[in-house]
Antibody, heavy 119, light 107 residues
Framework: QITLKESGPTVVKPTQTLTLTCTLSGFSLSSSGEAVGWIRQPPGKALEWLALIYWDDDKRYSPSLKSRLAITKDTPKNQVVLTMTNMDPVDTGTYYC???????????WGQGILVTVSS | EVVMTQSPATLSVSPGERATLSCRASQSVSIDLAWYQQKPGQAPRLLISGASTRAAGIPARFSGSGSGTEFTLTISSLQSEDFAVYYCQQYNNWPWTFGQGTKVEIK
């Protein structure tokens, strides 16, 4: 059974860097076709893809946020890490870790972590 | 970036009635279109992929259709557990993008 779980700070101050970790189980990110990404959702608003990392370490970033994002994987630890620099109150929202296999839809979601940006 | 537009924003339906949700893409996405259901405080759940293929465990009352730029999600007979927000997402072009959602509420 595939599961993903997000962890990290729930409150960050403006201008700080956010680091979120997604711990994976039930699959290996070293297997061909696998990918894990991050999706966020501001309160009451729609979903937005942020970043994606493939089994072969290829990466994709949202063009509008590319300069602020970095996604990495630690395969032995079964973890994917997202960093977002220069956080702003508009970045407040729930951040989801997401699994996709071969195609671009999400078949498994983490529970999400609510991150609030406030001084 | 492909812009996904969903309509209506809110759909008021009585239990047992049919609900039809629309999703339009700003350019062709072939059949690379998924639908998700999200309930308050929960992560989204995959309903449909490839525009019309139900995900595992999804009831037959959910069906998807369309290709290119026009897509439809139909719930044939709404059950109480179906009142939620529904999102479409294209995965033909990165960045993959979601629509703004359609809230299905009890009439």
């Amino acid at each position: 059974q595939i599961t993903l779980k997000e962890s990290g700070p729930t409150v960050v101050k403006p201008t700080q860097t956010l680091t979120l970790t997604c711990t994976l189980s039930g699959f290996s990110l070293s297997s061909s076709g696998e990918a894990v990404g991050w999706i966020r959702q501001p309160p009451g608003k729609a979903l937005e893809w942020l970043a994606l990392i493939y089994w072969d370490d290829d990466k994709r970033y949202s063009p509008s946020l590319k300069s602020r994002l970095a996604i990495t994987k630690d395969t032995p630890k079964n973890q994917v890490v997202l960093t977002m620099t220069n956080m702003d109150p508009v970045d407040t929202g729930t951040y989801y870790c997401a699994h996709r296999y071969y195609y671009g839809y999400v078949d498994y979601w983490g529970q999400g972590i609510l991150v609030t940006v406030s001084s | 970036e492909v812009v996904m537009t969903q309509s209506p924003a809110t759909l008021s339906v009585s239990p047992g009635e049919r609900a039809t949700l629309s999703c339009r893409a700003s350019q062709s996405v072939s059949i690379d279109l998924a639908w998700y259901q999200q309930k308050p405080g929960q992560a989204p759940r995959l309903l449909i992929s490839g525009a019309s293929t139900r995900a595992a465990g999804i009831p037959a009352r959910f069906s998807g259709s369309g290709s290119g730029t026009e897509f439809t999600l139909t719930i044939s007979s709404l059950q109480s557990e179906d009142f939620a927000v529904y999102y479409c997402q294209q995965y033909n072009n990165w960045p993959w993008t979601f629509g703004q959602g359609t809230k299905v509420e009890i009439k």
